[in-house]
Nanobody, 121 residues
Framework: QVQLVESGGGVVQPGGSLRLSCAAS????????MAWYRQAPGKQRNLVAT???????NYVDSVKGRFTISRDNAANTMSLQMNSLKPEDTAVYFC???????????????WGQGTQVTVSS
C-alpha cells in the first residue's frame, strides 16, 4: 500500500520552468517503478515519464530534452523538473506507482490527487 501526494504545480509563462514533487508514504516505495502522467481538459490521462527503482528513466517524445524525472528512495519522493514549458504542457499532473516489464509501464491503483500546471502568457 502506498499513498501519493503531488505538489509544485502553478501558472507559468511559455519557456518557464516548474518542479513537481510526489511524496509517498509506505515502506515499499523503493521497490516500485514510478511515473508521471498528465491529463488535459477533455482528454485521457497520458504517460509522461517513468523511472525504475534503480533509476532508469523513459520519456514520451514530446517532453524529451525538456523534462527530467528523478527519485530519492531514502526520502520516499519523486520529482519532475519541467523546463522550456509550452502551452500544450497544460494539464493536471499525477504521480503513480507501478511496475515496468518488457519495456512497458503498468500502473498500479496508487494515484495522487494531481497538481495543476498551466502554461500561459
Amino acid at each position: 500500500q502506498v499513498q501519493l501526494v503531488e505538489s509544485g504545480g502553478g501558472v507559468v509563462q511559455p519557456g518557464g520552468s516548474l518542479r513537481l514533487s510526489c511524496a509517498a508514504s509506505g515502506k515499499l516505495f523503493s521497490s516500485y517503478s514510478m511515473a508521471w502522467y498528465r491529463q488535459a481538459p477533455g482528454k485521457q490521462r497520458n504517460l509522461v515519464a517513468t523511472i525504475t527503482s534503480g533509476g532508469d528513466t523513459n520519456y514520451v517524445d514530446s517532453v524529451k530534452g525538456r523534462f527530467t524525472i528523478s527519485r530519492d528512495n531514502a526520502a520516499n519522493t519523486m520529482s519532475l523538473q519541467m523546463n522550456s514549458l509550452k502551452p500544450e504542457d497544460t494539464a493536471v499532473y499525477f504521480c503513480n506507482a507501478g511496475r515496468k516489464s518488457g519495456g512497458n509501464y503498468y500502473p498500479y491503483k496508487y494515484w495522487g490527487q494531481g497538481t495543476q500546471v498551466t502554461v500561459s502568457s
